[in-house]
């Protein structure tokens, strides 16, 4: 199993439990391909370097995981059309 670290960037409009919400929907999916998460740190509201669909800042949260190596692929797949996940990006460790 290889390392991987995970970032994605919610909207910062969005309610509370709609962010702990898709976080703990993020950390199922990892976990569901057999992924081990080791860490969930909320990075918070942060400025974006662009906008985004009309928006200038978002909520980031960083993960770090252990799984194997086509977990990543179908885990990039399923963040692209899950509704609240505005960006992402998956770097192997």
């Known amino acids: 199993m290889k390392s991987y670290e995970l970032m994605y960037i919610i909207p910062s409009q969005s309610a509370d439990e709609e962010k702990e919400r898709l976080i703990a929907l993020v950390n199922s999916m990892i976990e569901k391909d057999g992924g081990v998460i080791e860490s969930v740190e909320r990075v918070g509201n ?7 669909d009309k928006k200038r800042e978002g909520f980031y949260v960083l993960v770090n995981f252990t799984a194997d190596a086509n977990v990543p692929n179908k885990l990039g797949v399923l963040l692209n059309i899950t509704n609240g996940i505005m960006r992402h990006i998956i770097v192997a460790k």
């Open 46 to 52: 942060k400025k974006l370097a662009y906008e985004i």
